[in-house]
């Protein structure tokens, strides 16, 4: 076991390297040698074909002969094209392996790795991670709406909805439902797009702003609070909850969801590593139990509704306005 932990980082970096690079688009016209895929991506031969091979050897290529080509897995998963697509996110996690690499130094100074410590060619903007995010959010997305029934709702708010994906997902089922996603006016630049192409720009309006200055409008039957509450301490979620709870109707829902943590904070294992995230990332950010989300809850006025994992590594809380 000690092995295999120590050890993770090697298959990790082969992949995001590769992603970095641009194998997997590259091959997607067809298999080719690494003289012809050097030249394209600018690398030395010797490298990339120590990369290649390494990539077989992970089920990500296969190679017949001297040309190489994408397995299953990368058509699947690594292609920008692919409906299933983690380029993006992969892009992110590379950025992130920076930041984990520098650990040490943060729990020495018990600051987070600055921007300028992370490698200029993997620096990023606004509108990257919020591509990065929805590469995440497209394995959830269904299952998130599937846990939450908003029947009747007829105003929803998506507190720091990123690409707005959920926001496209319950306007879809919901025909009556119009939504506000509040987030930055350059992420919100990629949600437009997203919106664009779902046709539902009539139902879905875009906020730019931050959540603690921004005014929210209302009142809303529904707020969503999704991946949001880890980047905070947690006397600003508390504040964020509460802010939110007075532009919400009376019975109105609120959901947060996030990798929550047990009582003892040592499982479900990602979220405890994704506390880690937090602590290389963000000044304050952390995971939390649902115990102390429920605080935040009660702090606001509203009664805790329910708890409960809807995957093994997200979970679900909500409450509602007396």
């Not at 606001?300 to 995957?311: E, K, W, Y």
Request: proline share 4%; with cysteine; hydrophobic share 40%.
């Amino acid at each position: 076991m000690i092995d295999r932990l120590a050890n993770g980082y090697r298959e990790a970096q082969v992949v995001l390297t590769a992603n970095r690079l641009g194998v997997f688009p590259l091959l997607e016209s067809g298999p080719k040698t690494v003289g012809e895929m050097a030249q394209w991506l600018h690398v030395t031969q010797r490298g990339l074909r120590i990369l290649c091979d390494a990539l077989v050897a992970l089920g990500l290529l296969q190679k017949v002969g001297e040309r190489y080509e994408n397995g299953e897995a990368a058509k699947q998963c690594l292609l920008p094209s692919s409906t299933a697509s983690k380029s993006a996110i992969l892009l992110h996690n590379a950025r992130l392996y920076e930041r984990w690499g520098k650990l040490y130094r943060v729990l020495k100074t018990g600051q987070p790795v600055a921007d300028d410590q992370i490698d200029p060619g993997l620096r990023y903007s606004e509108a990257d991670f919020a591509r990065a995010m929805a590469d995440s959010a497209k394995a959830i997305v269904k299952t998130t709406a599937d846990a939450i029934a908003i029947e009747g709702a007829g105003r929803m708010l998506d507190v720091g909805g990123g690409p707005g994906l959920y926001s496209i997902e319950f306007a879809s089922r919901y025909p009556k439902l119009h939504v506000v996603i509040l987030d930055s006016k350059e992420t919100l630049e990629i949600a437009g797009e997203n919106i664009q192409l779902a046709g539902l720009e009539d139902r879905i309006q875009l906020l730019p702003g931050n959540v603690f200055t921004q005014g929210l409008g209302g009142p809303y039957d529904f707020v969503l609070v999704s991946n949001l509450v880890h980047s905070f301490s947690d006397d600003d979620n508390a504040c964020l909850i509460s802010k939110v709870a007075t532009a919400m109707n009376r019975g109105g829902l609120l959901c947060i969801k996030d990798f929550f943590l047990e009582p003892d904070r040592t499982a479900p294992a990602w979220a405890a590593l994704f506390a880690v995230n937090m602590l290389v990332s963000t000044e304050e950010g952390n995971c939390y139990t649902a115990q102390e989300g429920s605080s935040w809850l009660t702090r606001a006025g509203l009664v805790v509704d329910s708890f409960r994992m809807i995957t093994p590594q997200t979970g679900l809380l909500s409450g509602k306005k007396p």
